[in-house]
């Protein structure tokens, strides 16, 4: 099956809804039983497995579950509030006091925070690592190592891990879980589980949402590594609200639509921007001349519409980036992507192990965009009277 036609069919169950297609919004907290002996059988059963409590899953839950699973090539899926949620808490889940982990430097910030803050206070040892390591990863493993983290590609200046590499590094020590934040390509083209990675995380809102209306994380895994996240997720109460996840799963079906107009979109802007005199440099996997181009034509699927470009140092002034961004048209200014509109905004790089800046990303002030579902000449219409504006 075609993931085109996975996502369109996924986890419908119109037989347990009256005939309903999309499942309907489930709000619940008590569920009842009609008898003692089904309410002591309730006690059985396992989170997630059957609608037991309204923040242990209800139907809708399942269904959504059920899709981004099967979508994933993953065993089973948990759902969280918001995609930080879905990075933080599997951390929680597979390391304790006394544990070391290693995080990709290129991660997201929110994610760097995390384990410079709570994971400290946790007496967990955090090591941030080059995300162009690859294999030489080993070096940095310890015994008490029970965690690597990716993300590929990175969130500001997009490096492309080899994720096979490092997989195969983890796999000569018997206790390391590797995790992978897979938002950037959605579960559309990049597929973590396929690859060996042993837990999947989607930022929902993005991508997978697809509209900018909602926040929801999710997480998927093997079977081998279900129990631990599994068990962490009861725990911590851990669930997806009733209105996002309907609103999730009613986005899912159309991320196979929207996908490769995003990707056509995306690469369209990217090799514009490389041609115009002001940028001096455009960070796009799929771009033949981008760090990682390699890794990316061999593991991934295709690309999504978020990058990267860095203006020239005489063009990076505070006054000039207000003339390119105040006045655009069609690109908006804010903090998340993933939905059917544009954005772009300025962006600084945070780094520990100082890989930046690399020779394919010269001195200059960086942009991060993502290209939504407008007709991409309108948008290179905007940003061309936008440079114009600032050039003048």
Same mark, same amino acid.
């Given at each position: 099956?075609k ?11 119109p037989?347990?809804?009256?005939g309903? /297609?999309?499942? $309907? /919004?489930y709000?619940?907290?008590?569920i009842l039983?009609p008898?003692l002996?089904d309410?002591?059988d309730?006690d059985?059963?396992e ?8 923040v ?8 959504f579950e059920?899709?981004v699973a ?5 065993f089973r899926t948990?759902?969280?509030?918001t995609?930080?949620?879905a990075c933080t808490? %599997?951390?929680?889940c ?5 544990d070391?982990l290693?995080? /990709?430097?290129s ?9 410079? #803050?709570?994971l400290?206070?946790?007496?967990i040892?955090?090591?941030f690592?080059?995300p162009? &390591?690859?294999?030489g990863?080993?070096a940095?493993m #310890?015994?008490?190592t029970r965690?690597?983290f990716?993300e590929?590609?990175?969130s500001?200046?997009? +490096? *492309?891990?080899? &994720?096979?590499?490092i ?10 879980t590797?995790?992978c ?6 579960? !559309?083209? !990049?597929k $973590?589980?396929?690859?060996? *990675?042993?837990?999947?995380?989607q930022?929902?809102t993005?991508? &997978? ?6 926040v929801m994380?999710? /997480?998927t895994?093997?079977e081998?590594?279900y129990?631990k996240?599994r068990?962490?997720?009861? +725990?911590?109460?851990l ?11 009613r986005?899912?079906r ?5 996908? $490769?107009l ?5 690469l #369209? ?5 490389a041609a115009r005199?002001?940028v001096?440099?455009v960070?796009?996997?799929a771009? %033949?001349d ?6 990316w #034509?061999r593991d !991934? ?5 978020? !990058?990267?470009?860095i203006?020239?140092p +005489?063009?990076?002034?505070?006054q000039q980036l207000g ?9 908006g200014?804010?903090?998340s992507?993933?939905?059917?509109e544009?954005?772009m ?6 780094n520990?192990?100082?890989?930046? $800046? ?8 960086? &942009?991060?965009?993502?290209v ?5 000449d309108?948008l ?8 114009a504006?600032?050039a003048?």
């Open positions: 099956m993931d085109a036609t996975r996502v369109t069919h996924a986890g419908l169950h037989h347990a809804n009256h309903v /297609v999309n499942p $309907p /919004v709000h619940a907290s008590t039983s008898t002996r309410m002591r309730l059985k059963v989170d997630a497995d059957d609608t037991t409590y309204g242990h899953g209800t139907p809708g839950t399942f269904a059920q899709a099967e979508l994933e090539g993953g948990r759902l969280a509030s995609g930080l949620l808490a %599997p951390l929680l597979y390391l304790s006091a006394g070391h290693l995080m /990709v430097d991660c997201y910030g929110p994610t760097r925070r995390f384990c410079r #803050k709570m400290v206070r946790m007496g040892e955090t090591t690592y080059d162009l &390591i690859g294999a990863i080993a940095l #310890k015994p008490n965690v690597i990716t590929s590609p990175g500001l200046i997009f +490096e *492309v891990q080899d &994720i096979p590499a997989v195969a590094e983890a796999r000569n020590h018997q206790d390391i590797v995790m934040d897979n938002t950037w390509a959605s579960p !559309f083209y !990049f $973590p589980l396929a690859h060996g *990675v042993d837990v999947s995380i930022a929902v993005k991508y &997978i949402g697809g509209h900018s209306d909602l994380g999710a /997480v895994t093997t081998a590594a129990p996240l068990e962490g997720w009861k +725990e911590l109460g669930h997806g609200s009733p209105d996002d996840t309907y609103l999730a799963l986005g899912l159309t991320l196979g639509a929207r996908m $490769p995003h990707m056509a979109n995306g #369209k802007i990217a090799q514009w921007l005199p002001e001096s440099a960070l796009h996997p771009l %033949p981008a760090q990682g181009h390699e890794i #034509k !991934f699927l295709g690309s999504s519409s978020l !990058f990267g470009y203006l020239k +005489e063009f990076s002034s505070e003339l390119l961004h105040d006045d655009l048209e069609f690109f200014m804010g903090a992507w993933g939905g059917f544009s954005l905004k300025p962006v600084k790089i945070p520990t192990v100082g890989y930046w $800046p690399r020779p394919e990303t010269p001195d200059g002030q960086l &942009i991060r965009i993502h939504g579902l407008e007709d991409p309108d290179i219409a905007d940003l061309e009277a936008g440079f504006r600032m003048h």
